[in-house]
T-cell receptor
Framework: GAGVSQSPRYKVAKRGQDVALRCDPI?????LFWYQQALGQGPEFLTY????????KSGLPSDRFFAERPEGSVSTLKIQRTQQEDSAVYLC?????????????FGNGTRLTVT | EDQVTQSPEALRLQEGESSSLNCSYT??????LFWYRQDPGKGPEFLFT???AGEEKEKERLKATLTKKESFLHITAPKPEDSATYLC?????????????FGKGTKLTVNP
C-alpha cells in the first residue's frame, strides 16, 4: 500500500513569508508526528497527534509554528513569517499504534529553504 | 533528559570490512530502542526495535545488540549498497507523550 506522502518535496520561501507543509499518513494510522531535521543532524521532535488531538507540541520552536490535523488524517504544518533558521527538512511519520509499539513510518520530507 | 549519542559521526569501510556503530543512551525506563537507516533525500527507514538488555536482532548483514547503556549495530562484510546514515532512537515519554528521541546518526560509506 501507499506510504506516508509529503508535499511539496521542496519549498523555497523568502524570509517573512508563510508556508504550509502537507502530510498524508498511511490510511488508518492513528498517530502522526512531525520532526525537523537540520543538515547533518538527527530528526528533532516537533509535535504529535493522536487522531485529531494534538497531544504534545513541546518541540515547536516558536509560536510561528502551528500544526493541525482536523479530521484525524491529513496534517498540515504551518510556519508563519519564516526565518533563515527555519531552513531544514520537515519529516512526517505515522504509526498504527498509540504507544509506539509499532514502528514509525516516515515520509521523504519537505526540504524548506528560506532565503 | 532523554538523550542519544552516536559514534563515530562518520565511518568509511572497504567492501567486506566488518565494523560496529555505537549508540549510547540515557532514558528514564527504556521502553524501546530503534535503529533506522536513512538514504540521502529520503525519510528514515525502520530496521530494528530492541526492548531489553541482551536482546539481539538480525537482518541480512546487520545485527543489533542492546545493553543497559548502549546499543551496537554490527555490519558484517558490508557492501556498497549498505552506504547510508544509520540513526538510533529511544522511546521517550518526556513532555507527557510518546515520541522517539534520535541521535545525530553515523554516516557509513562502503567503498567497492
Amino acid at each position: 500500500g501507499a506510504g506516508v506522502s509529503q508535499s511539496p518535496r521542496y519549498k523555497v520561501a523568502k524570509r517573512g513569508q508563510d508556508v504550509a507543509l502537507r502530510c498524508d499518513p498511511i490510511s488508518g494510522h492513528v498517530s502522526l508526528f512531525w520532526y525537523q531535521q537540520a543538515l547533518g543532524q538527527g530528526p528533532e521532535f516537533l509535535t504529535y497527534f493522536q487522531n485529531e488531538a494534538q497531544l504534545d507540541k513541546s518541540g515547536l520552536p516558536s509560536d510561528r509554528f502551528f500544526a493541525e490535523r482536523p479530521e484525524g488524517s491529513v496534517s498540515t504544518l504551518k510556519i508563519q513569517r519564516t526565518q533563515q533558521e527555519d531552513s531544514a527538512v520537515y519529516l512526517c511519520a505515522s504509526s498504527s499504534d498509540r504507544t509506539l509499539g509499532s514502528p514509525l513510518h516516515f515520509g521523504n520530507g519537505t526540504r524548506l529553504t528560506v532565503t | 533528559e532523554d538523550q542519544v549519542t552516536q559514534s563515530p559521526e562518520a565511518l568509511r569501510l572497504q567492501e567486506g570490512e566488518s565494523s560496529s556503530l555505537n549508540c549510547s543512551y540515557t532514558v528514564s525506563g527504556l521502553r524501546g530502542l530503534f535503529w533506522y537507516r536513512q538514504d540521502p533525500g529520503k525519510g528514515p527507514e525502520f530496521l530494528f526495535t530492541l526492548y531489553s538488555a541482551g536482546e539481539e536482532k538480525e537482518k541480512e548483514r546487520l545485527k543489533a545488540t542492546l545493553t543497559k547503556k548502549e546499543s551496537f549495530l554490527h555490519i558484517t562484510a558490508p557492501k556498497p549498497e549498505d552506504s547510508a546514515t544509520y540513526l538510533c532512537a529511544v522511546h521517550s515519554t518526556q513532555g507527557g507523550s510518546e515520541k522517539l528521541v534520535f541521535g545525530k546518526g553515523t554516516k557509513l560509506t562502503v567503498n567497492p
